[in-house]
């Protein structure tokens, strides 16, 4: 419960329910606190006055000046909105609680809570997959090769590097394309979503190919922007590419 203080003062306490005084290491306190500098800001409007008994509470002293300033940057981090430095303090204590197996909050000088850190029952996200999925990469060969098989086979595509895999003979007959020419590839990929929900592709292995119009894939994709803008509301944009790099595109 707080106590009294001067009335230029208002308390806010951060309760911790692992060890005590007694047990809180002197270097996890600091990593604590540091943290905690950061959530407040206004650090020279902040004073650590004691560290009570029971559940480990830091209890906080702060000018009274600074208050609604101190009480919005809490604020912001409960909506997300705070700046990046403040949100990962957040996102270190509330870790750091994790591991110490316990959950913590920050109350304000009224007894409610400001900040709930779930710590331990933070429930973690989940990632889904190893899935296989067909699907077809557009691209310039820059790499095929390896003593393995299947053999590695690098294509460079308007999205960046595609890392994929091919049996010995399809491989020997991508490498005559090798940095020269845009092959269309299909097969099977290798796919799972993280917690984030992007899809991540772990990998690619390729089951049939093909040699595209002498365009390069760069040429194609310029052209077809300069069709119209109404491009982007097609339902099958690839298969406008395609259509474009084989002259059929009216």
């Known amino acids: 419960m707080a106590k009294k203080r001067r009335n230029n003062l208002r308390e806010y306490r951060f309760k911790i329910d692992a060890y005590s005084p007694e047990t809180m290491p002197l270097g996890r306190l600091a990593e604590y606190l540091a943290d ?3 959530l407040f800001g206004e650090e020279k409007s902040v004073h650590l006055i004691e560290v009570e008994e029971g559940s480990t509470v830091l209890v906080n002293l702060v000018e009274i000046e600074a208050e609604p300033k101190i009480r919005e940057n809490l604020d912001a981090v409960v909506r ?12 270190s204590i509330d870790e ?6 316990a959950i913590g909050n920050i109350s304000d000088p009224t007894g409610g809570k ?8 933070r429930v973690e996200p989940l990632t889904y997959g190893p899935f296989n999925q067909p699907g077809v990469i557009i691209g310039i060969p820059i790499l095929v090769g390896g003593k393995n098989d299947p ?3 690098h294509l460079e595509g308007k999205d960046g590097t595609f890392d994929c895999l091919a049996r010995r003979d399809i491989a020997r007959e991508i490498a005559p394309h090798l940095f020269n020419d845009v092959i269309r590839v299909e097969g099977v990929g290798r796919w799972v979503r993280r917690p984030t929900g992007e899809w991540e592709m772990l990998k690619f292995t390729i089951r049939y190919f093909k ?11 310029k052209k077809l922007r300069a069709i119209s803008a109404e491009w982007k509301e097609k339902e099958d944009p ?5 259509n474009i790099r084989h002259g059929t595109d009216g």
Do not use: Q, S
């Open 151 to 153: 053999v590695p086979v």
């Open 96 to 101: 750091r609680l994790r591991k110490d197996n």
């Open 36 to 38: 905690l500098a950061i």
């Open 80 to 91: 997300k909105d705070a700046p990046p430095e403040r949100m990962r303090a957040a996102t």
């Open 238 to 242: 690839l298969g406008e590419i395609m």
């Open 211 to 221: 040699p595209l119009a002498d365009v390069t894939l760069r040429d194609a994709i």
């Open 114 to 121: 400001v900040i709930a850190f779930p710590g331990r029952e």
